[in-house]
């Protein structure tokens, strides 16, 4: 080869080293999250069994709820009532008496007290029965949402189940709102089946199952899998176990252009860099927060090679710097 033509390869195989290499950039957000956000704070769980598993559930009245009113032995008493909207019912014989937030067991000692006081009976015994009416379901809301009707109670998993399931983005940690119970009741789900019967608790009537979103981020570009990767509440992620969890990232990526973009209210921020660097841990491998995007852009260079061949790069190059020396 002609010193003349091995100047040339030089040359070229600088062209392409430098090609290949690129400013990098100090990473950011490393260590742990500067910004407060709402989501995946950890909860405290409700472990009080008698709130989880109550042996009787007195279900609280509420305006548009239909009752039944028993009277033991007496047949000819048996009016069938609505909760008005101020919470009384108009009953045969002792007029309109106050019944909303009252349960079912404190609505039957007054209508017995009221029976007994107005002289129609001696000592009644009064049961009422729901028969039907909007408070009668179960109301699931959130990432899961819909009407389910329960009949005196329904298990959590079959209401969630009824509901459409639990999409990606929905905790596992749900929040339970029942009427006559002053706090919320939580339960995690989990994810080991052998426990699942402490989470799998009774719902009754009038429940609220609020289902939460789970913060996620996004990885875009040169992602093995681009998609959505859900958070955790106990273990943060790192953009090293990101990438991991998409399968890695494609030979087509520029590695040391990786663009972190986070929000902060209404504000937008993106931040370069190196993740070449990070999985070799010569750069802090940050923290991800909820809604953060990864996006990781291709590399024009390693494009044409995946296309062309390292020969078509080369060959452009010689051709490039040819044309440089006939001008000169």
Not at 168 to 196: K, Q, Y
Request: glycine share 8%; hydrophobic share 45%; with cysteine.
């Amino acid at each position: 080869m002609t010193p003349a033509r091995l100047q040339l390869c030089s040359v070229n195989l600088a062209l392409l080293a430098l090609l290949l290499s690129a400013p990098i950039a100090r990473a950011q957000f490393n260590g742990p999250p500067t910004v407060t956000v709402d989501l995946n704070r950890p909860t405290t769980l409700t472990t009080d069994r008698s709130i989880l598993f109550p042996a009787v559930h007195d279900q609280i009245l509420q305006p548009g709820d239909i009752l039944t009113v028993h009277v033991f032995g007496q047949p000819d008493y048996l009016p069938i009532v609505r909760v008005a909207n101020n919470g009384s019912v108009q009953l045969p014989l002792i007029g309109t008496i106050a019944v909303g937030s009252l349960s079912l067991s404190q609505a039957e000692q007054l209508i017995a007290t009221r029976l007994e006081a107005a002289g129609i009976y001696v000592s009644p015994q009064v049961t009422i029965q729901e028969t039907e009416g909007p408070n009668s379901v179960v109301t699931v809301i959130g990432e899961a949402h819909g009407s389910i009707p329960v009949s005196g109670s329904r298990r959590l998993f079959d209401v969630l189940s009824a509901s459409g399931g639990l999409p990606t983005t929905a905790s596992h940690v749900i929040t339970i709102h029942r009427p006559g119970v002053a706090e919320p009741i939580i339960v995690d789900l989990g994810s080991d089946p052998s426990r699942s019967d402490l989470a799998n608790i009774p719902l009754f009537p009038g429940d609220t199952v609020v289902v939460a979103r789970i913060g996620v981020i996004y990885l875009l570009g040169e992602f093995r899998t681009p998609g959505s990767i859900p958070l955790t509440p106990f273990a943060p992620l790192t953009l090293t176990q990101a990438a991991a969890l998409s399968g890695g990232v494609n030979f087509a990526g520029n590695l040391s252009d990786l663009h972190l973009i986070r929000t902060i209210g209404d504000h937008r921020t993106v931040v370069k860099l190196d993740i070449n660097a990070i999985f070799r841990g010569k750069a802090p491998d940050p923290i991800l927060q909820p809604n953060d995007i990864l996006f990781l852009p291709s590399s024009v260079l390693k494009v044409a090679i995946q296309q062309g061949g390292v020969g078509a790069v080369l060959g452009a190059a010689s051709l490039a710097f040819t044309a440089i020396a006939l001008t000169h």
